[in-house]
């Protein structure tokens, strides 16, 4: 082969594996003179390759000297934005691939850019170091969303021109709708559907997600990444919420799990409402853990005795209305060894708060 023949062959081969070529516009960083890029889509999108290829190619310019990311459990950042299929080790080029160590939460690469990982459920972890640039990935369901965001501004210091990109299904927290304001100033918010990634998703799941979900309003945010308002009709609204919680419920003198259950376990069915639940010594309530979803009587059995049992919770209570002694006899199939008088004592509650369906 002539020496230009092989010139062109190289440079074919670093184009059919050059992100630049592979992605689509919307999944490149935007032009301007920006802070933040928002990328606010539907699962399958193809968010974490965007973000670990954003990361890589300001590492490998050396624009990038000090990396901070940030998911919402440690698990996570390992196991999506560092080791995932689209993860950084993953996409890495092999002449500058980074040296992971996974107990010091770091990479390192070969040009001595260094990245850690944190985890949105220790805030905290984010005093101290400083930062030229930051990844934040599924910002919308971070433990401590305003305090880890809090921390990772005051760390994001470090450069001419320190920037963040946070990848991320929308849901309606009060930081997401802040950021959102602040598009066409200092943010580039890039929105984008599950279907814009057809391409390189299985067609079973595709077909099988919009046969579910199409149209439904949980089908708009998690595939469409719509930012949903409150339920119409809801009894409390999220700025209700937001207001009051609280970081740790105090000690409590009483804990109990609430089922549910849904009438009917097919494709169509409601879900099984379980909650944890506790007072204090104040009367004031706190709602501990919400492992609500579609089950079939085991598993939701199973999932309620689990939590009875993680939350330390005095008994378990289920709606009188709604099969009262059918989730007694359930629990007791599953966990016979559950003493009656405390994980089977159900109490029964009326549906005497707004309008049931």
């Given at each position: ?28 960083p ?22 670990a ?9 050396g ?14 950042a ?56 930051a990844?934040a ?12 965001w ?43 559907s ?43 609204q ?6 009051c ?13 609430a ?47 689990a ?51």
């Amino acid at each position: 082969m002539q020496p230009n023949a092989q010139m062109f062959g190289k440079l074919a081969d670093a184009l059919s594996t050059s992100w630049r070529v592979l992605a689509r516009p919307s999944q490149l960083p935007p032009d301007g003179d920006w802070n933040g890029w928002l990328v606010m889509a539907g699962r399958g999108f193809g968010k974490t390759r965007t973000g670990a290829e954003w990361v890589k190619e300001q590492v490998e310019a050396g624009t990038a000297k000090r990396i901070a990311l940030i998911a919402p459990t440690s698990a996570d950042a390992r196991d999506t934005m560092v080791e995932g299929e689209s993860g950084i080790l993953s996409i890495s080029s092999t002449w500058c691939r980074p040296d992971y160590e996974p107990s010091k939460r770091r990479l390192t690469w070969p040009n001595g850019a260094v990245a850690s990982t944190f985890s949105s459920e220790e805030a905290d972890r984010l005093r101290g170091p400083q930062f030229d640039l930051a990844w934040a990935d599924e910002l919308a369901v971070w433990n401590e969303p305003q305090a880890t965001w809090d921390m990772l501004m005051f760390g994001l210091r470090l450069g001419k021109h320190p920037r963040w990109l946070a990848t991320t299904t929308p849901k309606p927290i009060k930081l997401l709708k802040e950021l959102l304001t602040r598009e066409g100033k200092d943010v580039v918010v890039t929105r984008g559907s599950t279907f814009e990634n057809e391409a390189n998703l299985a067609a079973p799941f595709l077909t099988a997600i919009r046969k579910r979900y199409e149209g439904t309003r949980l089908g708009r945010q998690e595939l469409n990444a719509e930012l949903l308002s409150d339920t119409p009709g809801a009894l409390w609204q999220l700025d209700q919420l937001d207001k009051c919680r609280v970081k740790r419920a105090p000690e409590l003198k009483r804990i109990v799990v609430a089922i549910d259950p849904a009438v009917s376990n097919n494709e169509g069915s409601d879900e099984t409402g379980i909650i944890v639940a506790g007072i204090d010594h104040n009367e004031h309530g706190y709602l501990l853990e919400d492992c609500s979803g579609r089950y079939a009587p085991h598993e939701w059995a199973a999932k309620a005795t689990a939590a009875y049992r993680r939350c330390s919770a005095d008994r378990i209570i289920a709606e009188k209305n709604q099969g009262g002694d059918m989730v007694e006899n359930t629990l007791r199939m599953i966990d016979r060894s559950i003493p009656c008088h405390s994980a089977c004592n159900i109490d029964p509650v009326s549906r005497g708060i707004g309008v049931q369906n």
